[in-house]
């Protein structure tokens, strides 16, 4: 296993968001595909220090993956790479849609039949897929660091993401170039007008959406590499404290209310990253009763604090659901009706089913939302908190996850007269029972 530390230990988090935010950028004014995977590369192995790098873009007719662009690599080893799934360092992580660190290649069991080009400089290699929601666009590889070291497990997160955000600026780039040749050909076809103004629309709509996801990938980023190692570490000292405090059981109390907390913000972390990369986030099944329990005991000293009252009505026949982030769509919608509601307030929780929808209703007496920002609210980073308060991404996540689910989130409010959020899920196919 080779060491934690990596060049990522030796940058402040400001120049790391920079170099990362130059990666995430390109696609503002590089419109073109092949300059943009290009730049892409160039940033993200200048970001490893890595001397020689390939992407290739996978073709889903002929089910292999294509040479797009490579630097570093001598023009002999260029010419017509093509990789097959499951073929090769390449090859397998398509396979698996997830990066893989080779440490040395010569002694890598995975890839015992693999013989690496004479013009490699050094045995260790980090490749990751480029992947939208499970759809497969391609693969990155970064070889021959400049320092003649190996990558390292730390910086899986980093070449994750940044993969992540190449596959969503390549969708984008496409995107604009089938919006410029509709354009294009309805300046010729005048009758087809009407159907072209639709696709149209539902390609800038596309291209809107795509842009929300790559903002909250830059926030997501910062976070994965700014959190992730210090809550491991935390972590796994308090799992030993546990193990040493079998026979106290107010500090064993203390110890598990502290991995509550840790877990809470490792899965605050991973909704980011899903939110990023539109995809879902487990296969488990969550009782909406328990998500409930846990997330009113999450903003308990909140509720004490402003004296608020808690009044729920959940039905006993509610079925039990995929856990694609169901507490995070309570947590996020109580903590927003703990702000709007002054002392004394009150706060609702209904839930039952009905015509086989889940609907979940919480409503309160708080100030309420203004007319002119409730088409906004859902927007990433809109807020109308203080910068203390909030950075405007809670009702974001709770939106992307009621997608997930298939669901819809519809909210009615007054100024001054308090605000009612209601959650429709349909049940059939969102039964745990029948995943």
């Known amino acids: 296993m080779a060491l934690s530390r990596s060049f990522l230990d030796d940058l402040s988090k400001e120049e790391f968001l920079e170099k990362v935010n130059v990666v995430c950028s390109l696609v503002d004014y590089i419109v073109d595909e ?141 995107l604009y170039k089938k919006f410029d040749t509709m354009v294009d050909e309805s300046k010729e076809l005048k009758y087809r007008i009407g159907q072209i103004d639709t696709e149209k629309k539902t390609l800038k709509k596309q291209i809107y959406v795509q842009e929300k996801f790559a903002t909250i990938g830059k926030l997501a980023g910062g976070i994965a590499h700014e959190f992730n190692n210090p809550l491991d570490g935390v972590l796994r000292y308090t799992n030993l404290c546990l193990e040493n405090a079998k ?77 694609f982030g169901l507490e995070r769509i309570l947590d996020n919608l109580l903590r927003n009706a703990i702000y709007a509601v002054e002392d004394k307030g009150e706060i609702k929780i209904k839930a039952f089913v009905s015509d086989n929808i889940l609907e979940i209703v919480v409503s309160d007496t708080g100030r309420g939302i203004a007319e002119k920002d409730i088409k906004s609210i859902f927007e990433p980073f809109f807020t109308t908190k203080d910068i203390s308060k909030g950075c405007g991404l809670g009702l974001t996540i709770v939106y992307e996850i009621v997608k997930c689910y298939n669901g819809r989130i519809n909210v009615e409010s007054s100024v001054s007269e308090g605000t009612v959020f209601t959650v429709e899920i349909p049940v059939e196919g969102n039964n745990g029972q029948d995943q």
């Not at 002929?62 to 073929?87: A, F, P, Q, W």
């Not at 296969?283 to 308990?300: D, F, M, P």
């Not at 009044?311 to 509610?318: F, G, K, L, N, Q």
């Open 247 to 323: 026979d106290d059981e107010v500090v064993r109390g203390y110890l598990l209310e502290i991995k509550h907390g840790l877990n809470r913000m490792i899965e605050i972390v991973r909704s980011l990253i899903a939110c990023s990369r539109n995809e879902l986030l487990g296969n488990e099944t969550v009782e909406l009763k328990g998500a409930l329990s846990n997330s009113i005991k999450n903003v308990q000293s909140d509720i004490l604090n402003k004296d608020i009252a808690i009044v729920h009505e959940i039905a006993d026949d509610i079925p039990a659901l995929p856990n």
């Open 34 to 174: 092949q300059g943009l995977l290009t730049s892409s590369l160039e940033k993200t192995m200048r970001l490893f220090g890595a001397s020689r790098g390939s992407i290739f873009i996978y073709d889903e007719e002929k089910g292999t993956l294509n040479l797009k662009v490579s630097l570093g690599m001598e023009l002999s080893d260029r010419d017509g790479i093509e990789k097959v799934l499951g073929s090769g360092i390449v090859g397998k992580v398509a396979e698996l849609k997830r990066p893989i660190i080779v440490e040395d290649i010569s002694k890598d069991k995975r890839f015992k039949d693999y013989k690496a080009r004479k013009s490699y400089k050094t045995p260790s290699f980090i490749c990751a897929p480029l992947i939208i929601k499970d759809e497969l666009v391609g693969v990155i590889c970064l070889a021959d660091k400049y320092s003649d070291d190996m990558f390292y497990e730390n910086e899986l997160t980093l070449i994750d993401f940044l993969a992540s955000q190449i596959a969503l600026n390549y969708k984008r780039v496409n």
